[in-house]
C-alpha cells in the first residue's frame, strides 16, 4: 500500500514536469516586435486599424503574439536617425516606416532588419529598391504616389475654379519630394495656363506669412502639397484658408472633413491594410526581396459642399459626380 503511494507520487511528480516543461519553453520564446515610425505628429487611429487588419491576416495581434513600438519624428525628419537607432537597439524584427525620410534614415541604420514603408516618394528614384518588382535587399513597402498628385490636384482646382488666373502652391521645403512637388505642379500650370505663386512653410510661424504673400499677390486659390508637417497642422491651415477666403486644396480627406473645400489623395486606409500584410509576411519568414512594391490604385475625392456655399462657388456637376464622398 505504502509502496503503490510512493509509486504513484513519483509519477505525478514526473507528469507535472513533463506538462510544466513546454509552459517554461514557451515562456523563455520572445515575442516578436514590429518598430513603427511615422512623421507625424499624431497617431490615426483608423489607419492604425487598418495596419494591424492586414497585420492578423498572418494571425498576428498586437500584445498577444506581436508587440508594436511606436515612434514619432512630430514633424521634425532629422529626428528620423535617432529614431531608427532606437529601435535597432530594441531589436525589432521588422521596422515599418510611413514617411519618405524616415525610410532613408532606416536605410542607412541598417542592411539587415527588414524594413516595410508607406511613401509617397518614388522608391526606385530614391534609390531604396533596385526595381517595383524585384526590389532587392532588405526593404519593401507600398507606393503612395504622393508627389505626382500635385498636378492632379491643381487640375481639380483649376477645374472648381476655372476664372482664376494665379493659384499658390504652398510647399514644405524640409520635405524630401519639395522640389518634385513644385515641378510638377509648374508644368501642369503651364499645360492649364495660371500662372503659380510658389509659398514656402516649415515651421507654424510661416503660415501667417505665407497667407499674408498670397493676399498681397492676389492669388485666386490655393493648392497645399503633401506633408505630412501640413497635415499635422491641417486645422490651422483650413481655418486660415476660410479666414482669408481661398478656396483650396489638400491631400487628405481629414482637411476636407475640417471644412477645407477639396481634398484628393490616396485611400490610405488600403495601403497601410498592405503594410500590415507585407510586416506579417516577413514575421512569417517571407523575404522583402521577394515581394514587390504595391503601388496605391485607389484614391479618395472629397469635396465639402459647405465650404463651397460659404465661398459662393458652384461646383460644376462634373466635379461632384466624381468625387467619392460630398461633405453636406
Known amino acids: 500500500m505504502q509502496f503503490d503511494r510512493l509509486k504513484r507520487r513519483k509519477l505525478i511528480t514526473l507528469l507535472g514536469g513533463v506538462a510544466a516543461w513546454p509552459l517554461a519553453a514557451r515562456a523563455q520564446q520572445r515575442m516578436p516586435v514590429i518598430g513603427f515610425m511615422t512623421g507625424g505628429t499624431r497617431w490615426r487611429s483608423q489607419l492604425i486599424a487598418a495596419f494591424m487588419s492586414g497585420l492578423k491576416k498572418s494571425d498576428y495581434v498586437d500584445g498577444q503574439n506581436v508587440a508594436v513600438e511606436y515612434r514619432s519624428a512630430d514633424g521634425h525628419y532629422d529626428r528620423f536617425p535617432l529614431l531608427a537607432a532606437d529601435l535597432i537597439d ?140 501640413f497635415f499635422n497642422r491641417h486645422q490651422q491651415l483650413v481655418v486660415l484658408a476660410a479666414r482669408h477666403a481661398v478656396p483650396a486644396i489638400y491631400e487628405w480627406r481629414e482637411f476636407a472633413v475640417a471644412g477645407g473645400l477639396m481634398s484628393y489623395g490616396t485611400n490610405l486606409s488600403e495601403a497601410y491594410r498592405q503594410m500590415g500584410d507585407y510586416a506579417g509576411q516577413i514575421l512569417k519568414g517571407a523575404k522583402p526581396a521577394d515581394l514587390p512594391v504595391v503601388q496605391s490604385t485607389k484614391f479618395e475625392f472629397v469635396i465639402n459642399l459647405s465650404t463651397a456655399k460659404a465661398l459662393s462657388i458652384d461646383v460644376p456637376p462634373t466635379l461632384s459626380a466624381r468625387a467619392d464622398e460630398v461633405i453636406e
Open 90 to 229: 530594441r531589436q525589432v524584427d521588422v521596422l515599418v516606416v510611413s514617411s519618405n525620410d524616415g525610410v532613408l534614415a532606416a536605410k542607412q541604420a541598417t542592411a539587415t532588419i527588414p524594413i516595410v514603408f508607406g511613401m509617397g516618394g518614388d522608391p526606385v528614384a530614391l534609390g531604396l529598391v533596385a526595381s517595383l518588382n524585384r526590389p532587392g535587399g532588405n526593404i519593401t513597402g507600398v507606393f503612395f504616389f504622393t508627389q505626382e498628385l500635385e498636378a492632379k490636384r491643381l487640375g481639380l482646382l483649376h477645374e472648381m475654379v476655372p476664372k482664376v488666373t494665379t493659384i499658390a502652391v504652398l510647399v514644405n521645403p524640409d520635405y524630401s519630394p519639395a522640389e518634385n512637388q513644385v515641378r510638377n505642379a509648374q508644368e501642369a500650370a503651364a499645360h492649364l495656363g495660371v500662372q503659380l505663386l510658389v509659398l514656402r512653410a516649415n515651421v507654424e510661424g510661416d503660415f501667417d506669412a505665407a497667407f499674408a504673400t498670397l493676399v498681397q499677390q492676389r492669388a485666386g486659390a490655393l493648392l497645399v502639397c503633401a506633408s505630412p508637417f
